[in-house]
């Protein structure tokens, strides 16, 4: 019988981090250019939390201007109650979670250090890997 896979299998690992007291606008240009939308949040080296791009957004308004992201710590806008879960976690709680929640994203610990992220890319990446290995490759076939 095969085992559900656990979320280590599926996780980004070593996912970049923020201190819990930098600027808002560090972190708002961190994540534009690393390309990510949730960055976990730490405090001497110990977990905090979560802070999304959407957090952010929220925060400072539509037009960004007013608080002003540089006047604004990461602690203001992050979600200290975000999904932390073991890394030996098995996937389908981990997805039931974030479905049920309606939350982008998981931070994954060891021994309660951080040691990765699961975000709906990652869980779009497992999915269409699963799909390959199930039913072969579909590129090259014609769209309709």
């Known amino acids: 019988m095969k085992r559900i896979p656990a979320v280590k299998g599926v996780m980004t690992p070593f996912p970049y981090s923020i ?4 600027p808002v606008s560090e972190a708002l240009e ?4 690393a390309k990510i939308r949730h960055l976990p949040v730490v405090e001497n080296d110990k977990l905090k ?4 791009d959407r957090d952010i957004k929220l925060m400072l308004g539509p037009d960004f201007a007013y608080p ?5 710590t990461v602690r203001e806008a992050m979600a200290p109650d975000s999904y932390i ?3 030996s976690t098995p996937l389908d709680v981990v997805l039931d979670h974030m479905a049920t929640h309606r939350i982008g994203s998981a931070v994954i610990t060891r021994k309660g250090k951080l040691v ?8 779009c990446r497992a999915y269409a890997d699963l799909l390959v290995r199930e039913f072969g ?3 090259g076939t014609d769209a309709a």
């Not at 201190?19 to 930098?22: C, L, T």
């Not at 961190?30 to 250019?33: A, G, I, V």
């Not at 939390?49 to 999304?52: A, H, L, N, R, Y």
Request: net charge negative; charged share 30%.
């Open 19 to 22: 201190a819990i007291d930098a």
């Open 30 to 33: 961190f994540m534009r250019r």
């Open 49 to 52: 939390g979560i802070v999304s």
């Open 68 to 72: 002003r992201a540089e006047e604004c």
């Open 85 to 87: 879960v073991d890394l």
């Open 116 to 123: 990765g992220i699961f975000t709906s890319t990652d869980a």
């Open 137 to 139: 490759n579909a590129k």
